[in-house]
Every structure is written in structure tokens, then in C-alpha cells.
């Protein structure tokens, strides 16, 4: 069974500038989430879908973030402009109904 | 509010020691709990859940973890530690079933395993 996919794997810009990460999960399932994670932090949910409709984007910094998972199956997170505070790892990870997660290998963020 | 809590930053231990990395939780209802591991430059791997059942849940690598409902403690434990075990660990807890399927993390534990 393929993972989860994740791109690009690491990723540096300038602050102000826009940037876009790429989440395929894995097949079947039905819920996909976007975690930022910060160095020395856990994940902190960014995003929740089920399908192609938003469960949870409480914890979204909707100035600046967007996401969107058009056909229910993958996705992308979006930042625009980003700040140097947004330097961390993007983490895609999807499930099937209520059981564990499976995470792909993430996207690192420098914002310069 | 659900929460899950990871009191201690590091833990280094001797390999061929027992291990144990701390999690105590805070939820509404019957707590689905989790663990994952981390290695450098990686994305989670799930190691081991607990759902309902027994308390003593096996997982991946040799892990496994107790659940205590009266000390809402979901420690992991392994019998003797190797170099290889050497990551970041984070416990994780799901809401209660019907709202939502949200996972609250802590804030991970440093596992060093000393040769």
C-alpha cells in the first residue's frame, strides 16, 4: 500500500512571497489533515476534511492560509504572503474513519 | 477540552534498560489514545493505539502501553532499549466519537538511548 505523498520536501522563499504543498493520500481515505509543525512542537492542526468538505480549519490563519481538496482525494495548502513565523514543517496525514493516522513525510518551510 | 500532556522533554536511558515515556490525558469521555514516533527528517509513524479493551496495548518495535483510567495515563513502555529506538515520541488523543475526529498532540518526549 502506497503512503501518503507529499511535495515539495523542502522549500525555501522569501517572506511575503507565496508558496503551495501538495498532499495525495493515501487510497480510500476518506479524511485528510494539514498539521504545521514548528521545531521542538507537536503538530497543530491546521486543517481537517472529510472527503472534500471542511471538518475543523479552527486553528487556520485564514488571512494568509487556504486549502482546498476539490475532488476528494488530494490537496493543497496554500500560504500567501508568508511570514518568517510560518518557517516549520507541513505535515499531510490521512485516515480511514476514526483510527490512526498515517503521515507523509512532510514539507520543511524556511521562510527567509 | 481534550489535551494530552508529555511532562517530561527528554528521557535518556541505557540500551538494554527498560524504557518509559509519559503521557497523561484530558477528555470528555472514553479517550482514544495513540502513540507516534518521529525520526529525524521524517514524518510520524504510528506505533500503537488504544481503543478499548485491554489495557495493555502491543504495538510496532517491541512498544507497548498501558492504559490507567484512574490515573488517565497512557504510558509507553519497552522491555530493553536499543540505539535504534532513539527519536521524538508523541502521545495523541481523539475526541470523543460523534464530535469530530480531531487529534490533540503533545509536545513530543526526546527518547535517547546511550550505548
Known amino acids: 500500500e502506497a503512503g501518503v505523498a507529499q511535495s515539495p520536501r523542502y522549500k525555501i522563499i522569501e517572506k511575503r512571497q507565496s508558496v503551495a504543498f501538495w498532499c495525495n493520500p493515501i487510497s480510500g481515505h476518506a479524511t485528510l489533515y494539514w498539521y504545521q509543525q514548528i521545531l521542538g512542537q507537536g503538530p497543530k492542526l491546521l486543517i481537517q476534511?472529510?472527503?472534500?468538505?471542511?471538518?475543523?480549519d479552527s486553528q487556520l490563519p485564514k488571512d494568509r492560509f487556504s486549502a482546498e481538496r476539490l475532488k476528494g482525494v488530494d490537496s493543497t495548502l496554500k500560504i500567501q504572503p508568508a511570514k518568517l513565523e510560518d518557517s516549520a514543517v507541513y505535515l499531510c496525514?490521512?485516515?480511514?474513519?476514526?483510527?490512526?493516522?498515517?503521515f507523509g513525510p512532510g514539507t520543511r518551510l524556511t521562510v527567509l | 477540552a481534550q489535551s494530552v500532556a508529555q511532562p517530561e522533554d527528554q528521557v535518556n536511558v541505557a540500551e538494554g534498560n527498560p524504557l518509559t515515556v509519559k503521557c497523561t490525558y484530558s477528555v470528555s469521555g472514553n479517550p482514544y489514545l495513540f502513540w507516534y514516533v518521529q525520526y529525524p527528517n521524517r514524518g510520524l509513524q504510528f506505533l500503537l493505539k488504544y481503543i478499548t479493551g485491554d489495557n495493555l496495548v502491543k504495538g510496532s518495535y517491541g512498544f507497548e502501553a498501558e492504559f490507567n483510567k484512574s490515573q488517565t495515563s497512557f504510558h509507553l513502555k519497552k522491555p530493553s532499549a536499543l540505539v535504534s529506538d532513539s527519536a521524538l515520541y508523541f502521545c495523541a488523543v481523539r475526541d470523543i466519537p460523534g464530535t469530530g475526529n480531531q487529534f490533540y498532540f503533545g509536545t513530543g518526549t526526546s527518547l535517547t538511548v546511550i550505548p
Open positions: 476534511f472529510q472527503n472534500n468538505g471542511v471538518v475543523d
Open positions: 496525514a490521512s485516515s480511514l474513519s476514526r483510527n490512526e493516522q498515517f
